[in-house]
Nanobody, 123 residues
């Protein structure tokens, strides 16, 4: 089970940190990712990280403002977002890929998903 938290209403230009708590199967042994879905749009890739945290990848348009990290001892995944923009408004989902060892931007390799946390950026 994956449970996101940390969303809410944030002013443009501000920062926020999303968390994803894992329980049940050893999710912290797997590749993890963050995706987001804005109103009226398809779910899109945000960032991915391998099991050890030594390899990461980001959507090209988001590089520099988003940072993915993990704390396996705490069974937690994080996403820090800086310089928030109104277009970052979306539901943010964390996901785990239990049968895939490399980082991936493809939602198809992720087989466990959280319920999402809403981030709303006011201008």
């Amino acid at each position: 089970q994956l449970v996101e938290s940390g969303g809410g209403l944030v002013q443009a230009g501000g920062s926020t940190r999303l968390s994803c708590a894992a329980s049940g199967p050893p999710f912290m042994s797997y590749t993890m990712g963050w995706f987001r879905q804005a109103p009226g749009k398809e779910r899109e890739f945000v960032a991915t990280i391998n099991w050890s945290g030594t390899s990461t990848n980001y959507a090209d348009s988001l590089k520099g403002r988003f940072t993915i990290s993990r704390d396996n001892a705490r069974k937690s995944l994080f996403l820090e977002i800086n310089s928030l923009r109104p277009e970052d408004t979306a539901i943010y989902y964390c996901a785990a890929a239990t049968a895939y060892q490399s980082i991936s931007a493809s939602p198809g390799v992720y087989d466990y998903w959280g319920q999402g946390t809403q981030v709303t950026v006011s201008s």
